[in-house]
């Protein structure tokens, strides 16, 4: 199998952070949706646009800042600007994207799991088994993503459940698979 090239340890503490944050604020995320199953407002819309600004903008100062140019960082400058203008959309026509919230953050997990297919890729160099349950994860975001784009919006108590459990499987999964990239490219360092 073709091992990928080590990333340095800066870059990868670097994105266990903002993984970590990341994860938190889909938690978040995930919690008020499921709360607010029923009442999905323009206030929802607000928080989204916000939390996806916060996760957006700091993508886009992490591919400027980077030395390292590879996968993980075009991935980020190419996610940093979707997620961004999401973000700015539903902050300024709040009550257009109230009606697709669900497919919105479909759309964002839908970009994180291809992203977390590169992830797991090298996860999967480092330590197979672990890997594969990484890919597992990876195509599971997909598929999810994929199903509640598809679906329709009549049943939108549903896809809203849906959709805020999708966003914390989202950020537990990129959380583990950072913590796991990292652990395992420090054991192949002998950190």
């Given at each position: 199998?073709n091992?990928?090239?080590?990333i340095?340890?800066a870059y ?9 944050f990341?994860?938190l604020?889909w938690?978040?995320?995930g919690?008020?949706?499921m709360?607010?199953q029923?009442?999905?407002?323009i ?13 957006g903008?700091p993508h886009?100062?992490?591919f400027?800042?980077e030395?390292e140019?590879?996968i993980?960082?075009i991935s980020?400058l ?5 997620i961004?203008?999401?973000g700015?959309w539903?902050?300024t ?10 497919n ?10 291809f992203k977390?297919l590169e992830?797991?890729?090298r996860i999967r160099a480092?330590d197979?088994q672990?890997g594969?349950f990484a890919?597992?994860i990876s ?16 049943e939108?108590?549903?896809v ?10 989202d950020g ?10 990292t652990d395992r ?7």
């Open positions: 199998m091992v990928p090239e080590l340095t340890d990868l503490k670097r994105w266990k952070k903002n993984s970590l990341s994860a604020l938690a978040v995320m919690i008020i949706l709360i607010s029923d009442r999905v407002g206030y929802t819309c607000y928080i989204l646009g916000i939390i996806l600004l916060i996760q903008i886009l100062f992490l400027i800042a030395d140019k590879h993980f960082s980020s190419i996610n940093g600007i979707l961004s203008f999401i700015i539903a902050l026509l709040p009550e257009k994207a109230m009606l697709q919230i669900p919105m953050i479909a759309f964002v997990t839908l970009l994180h799991g977390d992830l797991s890729k480092l197979h672990t594969l890919f597992l195509i599971f975001t997909i598929l999810c993503s994929a199903v509640i784009l598809i679906l329709p919006l009549d939108t108590k549903i809203v459940i849906a959709s805020g459990i999708l966003l914390m499987i537990i999964g990129d959380f583990w698979m950072w913590c796991i990239l490219s420090n054991e192949q360092r002998g950190i």
